[in-house]
């Protein structure tokens, strides 16, 4: 949902004008924070307990099944017909530039709006968020393919589809980025053509070379980061997929096929897949729901969280798996999970809701002022400073992603 344009906060006094930053400095020296930092910026505003608790429920009755290979067969033969590229030569490729922000939240580490046309166009609106840390952890600086790299989901209405935007967060690379559009196979192994994946996107978690996505009323489509077809920037924009032996994907440069399934086991609970998030501190992915009781499109009734276990020593899940942890929130129109090393957060957020909550698994939740139209939330570890929360807003002409210390928003 949009809202109306604000004013856009300040640059970034600590990001160089170009080429990016040396994060690890900057993070370094947010490790000394008080009521100000030496630099000026501001600390987060004093939190609040939130009314109410939230209350463990059985998880037993929250079970998925797992199909990595619905596609694979198509995917294969797109890669070899439409041609490849990786996530490096994506990035070499990029094509639009972020520019620096500051003052969207008190205690903000970082942050970048995208170009004007991603910044302003009503018909689209950024979604989901996730990084190269979710996908290798600190491993290599936290690179994916020599990268250290941010991704965005945007759900498009014209034409209708869905898109990754693929950020460089590197002081080695330029202040750029790539769209990538997300596309479902169809056709035949021998003979595969795409179409556009038209779902919300409200969450994103990437992890090793699979980008899970939530799909609100089914589960989650899974994406290959490896399995990257270029395609024909040519042709009509409302073109997409397969004509005669060249590919089209609405003059997109890439296109990122879907691989595979995730899915409500035949019996299982239903659940309102509206945002997830990766939790690699004990290797699960989390996820909650969107519920509006005063909304006539939106479920409502009590809000749900579920953690479900990846398999032992893998990036997926087994062909079946039960919730190993599940909550009732009390709170309604989260837009945003995160989970780490027994820490939840819920990004509760319309607007005028403007509220992150952060809970430790026993009490109340401790209540931080946050950002209204704010969508999911991503947990970026860090070796040599604090650990840090990107989150962004979906509002038409003000649409910053930003970061903040984790510890500063926490229970």
């Not at 910026?41 to 290979?69: C, H, K, Q, W």
């Not at 899974?222 to 609405?250: C, N, P, W």
Request: charged content about 20%; overall charge negative.
């Amino acid at each position: 949902m949009s809202a109306t344009t604000s004013n856009a906060p300040a640059p970034d006094p600590d990001r160089h004008s170009a080429g990016g930053i040396d994060r690890r400095a900057v993070l370094r020296g947010a490790g000394l924070l008080g009521a100000v930092t030496a630099g000026g910026t501001m600390l987060p505003a004093s939190p609040a307990r939130a009314a109410g608790v939230p209350e463990a429920i059985s998880p037993n009755s929250f079970t998925i099944t797992a199909d990595y290979t619905t596609y694979a067969d198509h995917v294969e033969t797109l890669l070899q017909q439409a041609g490849s590229a990786s996530v490096s030569e994506v990035m070499d490729a990029a094509n639009h530039e972020r520019t620096p922000v500051a003052g969207v939240v008190d205690g903000q580490l970082h942050g970048f709006r995208f170009d004007s046309g991603d910044e302003n166009d009503p018909d689209v609106a950024p979604q989901g968020i996730t990084t190269s840390r979710d996908a290798v952890g600190t491993a290599q600086d936290g690179r994916y393919d020599g990268r250290q790299l941010i991704a965005v989901s945007f759900y498009n209405t014209s034409p209708k589809g869905s898109r990754i935007n693929l950020i460089d967060w590197d002081a080695d690379h330029p202040n750029s980025y790539r769209r990538i559009l997300l596309v479902e196979p169809t056709g035949t192994a021998e003979e595969p053509s795409f179409r556009d994946v038209t779902i919300h996107v409200g969450g994103i978690a990437w992890y090793g070379d699979l980008l899970y996505v939530a799909d609100t009323s089914r589960g989650m489509r899974v994406f290959d980061m490896s399995r990257i077809l270029t395609t024909d920037t040519g042709g009509d924009k409302e073109q997409i997929g397969r004509v005669g032996d060249t590919f089209y994907a609405h003059h997109y440069r890439y296109a990122l096929p879907q691989a595979g399934t995730i899915a409500t086991r035949e019996g299982a609970e239903e659940l309102v897949w509206s945002t997830i998030s990766l939790d690699r501190s004990s290797r699960s992915l989390v996820m909650t729901e969107y519920r509006c009781p005063d909304c006539e499109n939106y479920p409502n009734g009590t809000t749900r969280a579920v953690r479900f276990p990846f398999a032992p020593e893998s990036t997926r899940f087994p062909d079946t798996m039960t919730a190993n942890e599940a909550l009732e929130v009390p709170l309604h129109h989260l837009n945003g999970v995160a989970s780490s090393g027994g820490t939840w957060w819920f990004n509760q957020s319309n607007s005028t809701q403007r509220t992150l909550h952060a809970w430790s698994g026993t009490g109340e939740m401790t209540s931080h002022p946050w950002v209204n139209w704010g969508e999911s939330i991503s947990y970026w570890p860090e070796e040599d400073g604090p650990d840090l929360l990107w989150s962004l807003r979906e509002e038409t002409g003000d649409r910053p992603v930003f970061a903040v210390g984790a510890e500063d928003y926490g229970p």
